[in-house]
Nanobody
Framework: QVQLVESGGGLVQPGGSLRLSCTAS????????IGWFRQAPGKEREEVSC????????YYADSVKGRFTVSRDNAKNTVYLQMNSLKPEDTAVYYC??????????????????WGQGTQVTVSS
């Protein structure tokens, strides 16, 4: 079964850190750009970050720039999102998705595949 599985979420205090993982199964993610998205209650899903297949291009939304870092380990078929200095407004369900491209200025292009179950991130004291 071709799918991406998100993990690593949890409850963290403001200022804390989490590392999310997006692991591919049923296919090799080596040739796919991967985008990270999040959806907070009552809000539209938004793109947070992306990374190209070769890791040469990355993108960050202004709201997370300087705090989040995306990386990938193709040997492990996994993409990571390191989240530091977390804020309550980062609370959301986080998802990853395959894409044709990751453009540094504008993010993913050509997403495809189904959405996974996501991983809940809650930032609260």
């Amino acid at each position: 079964q071709v799918q991406l599985v998100e993990s690593g979420g949890g409850l963290v205090q403001p200022g804390g850190s989490l590392r999310l993982s997006c692991t591919a199964s049923g296919f090799s993610a080596d040739y796919s750009a991967i985008g990270w998205f999040r959806q907070a209650p009552g809000k539209e899903r938004e793109e947070v970050s992306c990374i190209s297949s070769s890791s040469t291009s990355t993108y960050y939304a202004d709201s997370v720039k300087g705090r989040f870092t995306v990386s990938r380990d193709n040997a492990k078929n996994t993409v990571y999102l390191q989240m530091n200095s977390l804020k309550p407004e980062d609370t959301a369900v986080y998802y990853c998705k395959r894409a044709s491209r990751c453009r540094p200025g504008t993010g993913v292009a050509g997403t495809f595949g189904d959405w996974g179950q996501g991983t809940q991130v809650t930032v609260s004291s």
